[in-house]
């Protein structure tokens, strides 16, 4: 049984392909799984809860509360419960939803709750799934980290002949095989291992309510931090005040805002880290005095004296410890290689990882990246744009061969 001991929540969704699931619960138990369905109200329109919890051994769940009793079905624990959340069918709408954050019945707040991977596979219509509204929400789903599996093309049941037919349940659970597999493996990569990363803005205060600072989301070390946990690191993220936060609950994330901030907490957790990884924007200049009242408007030019700040990077490199990795990140407009590699030798990296805002699609606040990795041997590699999460895994591969 090749799933023995995994936990898998398995969504149904509205659509005629709902009658499938059926045969993908009795083969998801008979691998060794334990299933819990989540079906919504329209799901239960195509096929009955029933013959579903017969299959699965398990009470099928679709609404909030027990209107008997008013006990209530916790989305909550569903989402720590659960190794792969799977829904299958996924329809149109309820992908929709899931790519705008709507959640009004229990399948879609248990996704919100989802601390486990992914997985989806569509079904519908020719037209639906072909619809750019369809494709932008499969786009801005996989952004997220889900994993699609694409539906095959055939006889729909329209009538019409073409791509939205569900993935065959005998596939499907082949792939659910292969990537709690892969997924098992991935998470010993970095086991045992302490990554400290910095990531977004610093805010440097000119006055109570005015800073200087720089675009950054956070996004790209949101991300790195992300992988690292999921491949079993103990991840510690120093974080400048950002919109975001990890998806991965396990990553112990410390909160900043100026650049001295970074500096002292960076400085604190490195020594008993086996690597560290710079992402943050950190402000290169911080006004030397900050004003106590808001400034006022006055007739005459205001002039700020800055200084330089720490420098992150460069203290980690010089504090390095035999065994230690050092990655720093290098955004630039010009001479970007030349710069980046000046950066290698100069902060005592062990490798950086280069992206240039001539790049459309690269930099701040974007969902992708393009980035080149080099090393101190000289050796560099170029990757093509890619969504962050696919980026902060080519990072940790390279990290992974200096351990």
Known sequence: MRLAGKHIILGITGSIAAYKAAILVRLLVKEGAEVKVVITPYGKEFITPVTLATLSRNTVLCDFFKHDDGSWNSHVELGIWADLMLIAPASANTMAKMAHGICDNLLLTTYLSARCPVMLAPAMDLDMFQHPSTLKNMDILRSFGNIIMEPSSGELASGLHGKGRMEEPENIVQKVVEFLGKNDQEKKKLKGKRILISAGPTHEKIDPVRFIGNASSGKM??????????????????????????????????????????????????????????????????????????????????????VRTPDIAAELGKRKAEGQILVGFALETEQEKDNAVKKLSTKNLDFIVLNSLRDAGAGFGADTNKVTIIDRAGKSEDFDLKFKQAVAVDIIEKLLTYF
């Not at 975001?244 to 650049?259: D, F, G, H």
């Not at 907490?265 to 943050?280: R, V």
């Not at 007739?299 to 004296?305: A, G, M």
């Open 221 to 306: 070390g949101i991300a790195l931090a992300d992988t690292c946990a999921e491949m079993g690191a103990e991840v510690h993220l120093v974080l400048g005040p950002v919109n975001m936060i990890p998806n991965n609950r396990l990553v112990k994330t410390y909160p900043v805002v100026s650049a001295q901030e970074m500096y002292q907490k960076c400085i604190e957790l490195f020594p008993g880290c086996n690597a560290a990884i710079m992402a943050a924007a950190v402000a290169d200049y911080t006004p030397s005095e900050t004003s106590q009242e808001k400034i006022k408007k006055k007739e005459k030019d205001l002039t700020i004296r800055f």
